[in-house]
């Protein structure tokens, strides 16, 4: 069965640091983009980063960039996104995800989430 | 960066209604347009890509149109289970951006 299971979400303190992980399984790990999107509570979706397959190839938004970083180990098909310097407006709900194959894909397969809140 | 405004926000609409939600791309991104539903407290789900193409699963009564600027997701007969917030998001380049979202409430 397809499915991407996010994990290390929880309470972190202004300024801290805090690492997501998402294990995949089920399809051809290294032959797709994946990526974290997040939103906030009671808000809408917000795209914040994008790897390639090969993970040679990363993009991020404006509002995560210089702080966040997106990896892949293809050899345990996991994802990973380091949070640093983590702001309140950091707080959501983030979703790992899975692009179709191919260039300019959409999103065919999202986790369950995993909440973030950023508070003192 | 490419903004995506949707309209409306949000819709009221009754159970059998034809409902259409427009998104607007601030420059032209060709057919490179999804559409999700998010359903409260669940994942989002892919319904159209590529701005027309109906996602392997999907009930026929969602359908997409569009390219350019100007897109629309159309349901017709509303269902029950349809009652949900829906997104656009544009694939063309990066940063990835989506639509601020139109919830479809029940009337």
């Known amino acids: 069965e397809v499915d991407l299971l996010e994990s290390g979400g929880g309470l972190v303190q202004p300024g801290g640091s805090l690492r997501l992980s998402c294990a995949a399984s089920?399809?051809?790990?290294?032959?797709?983009?994946m990526n974290w999107v997040r939103q906030a509570p009671g808000k809408g979706l917000e795209w914040v980063s994008t790897?390639?397959?090969?993970?040679?190839?990363?993009y991020y938004a404006d509002s995560v960039k210089g702080r966040f970083t997106i990896t892949r180990d293809n050899s345990k098909n996991t994802l990973d996104l380091q949070m640093n310097s983590l702001r309140v407006e950091d707080t959501a709900i983030y979703y790992c995800?899975?692009?179709?194959?191919?260039?300019?894909?959409?999103?065919?397969?999202w986790g369950q989430g995993t909440l973030v809140t950023v508070s003192s | 960066d490419i903004q995506l405004t949707q309209s409306p926000a949000p819709l009221s609409a009754s159970v059998g209604d034809r409902v259409t939600i427009t998104c607007r791309a601030s420059?032209?991104?060709?057919?490179?347009l999804a559409w999700y539903q998010q359903r409260p407290g669940k994942a989002p789900k892919l319904l159209i890509f590529?701005?027309?193409y109906l996602q392997s699963g999907v009930p026929s009564r969602f359908s997409g149109s569009g390219s350019g600027t100007d897109f629309t997701l159309t349901i017709s007969n509303l269902q029950p289970e349809d009652f949900a917030t829906y997104y656009c998001?544009?694939?063309?380049?990066?940063?990835?951006?989506f639509g601020q979202g139109t919830r479809v409430e029940i009337k």
């Open positions: 995800s899975k692009d179709a194959r191919g260039y300019n894909q959409p999103i065919e397969l």
């Open positions: 089920g399809f051809a790990f290294n032959t797709y983009a």
């Open positions: 790897v390639s397959g090969s993970g040679s190839s990363t």
């Open positions: 420059q032209s991104i060709g057919s490179w």
């Open positions: 590529a701005a027309s």
């Open positions: 998001q544009q694939v063309a380049s990066f940063p990835r951006t």
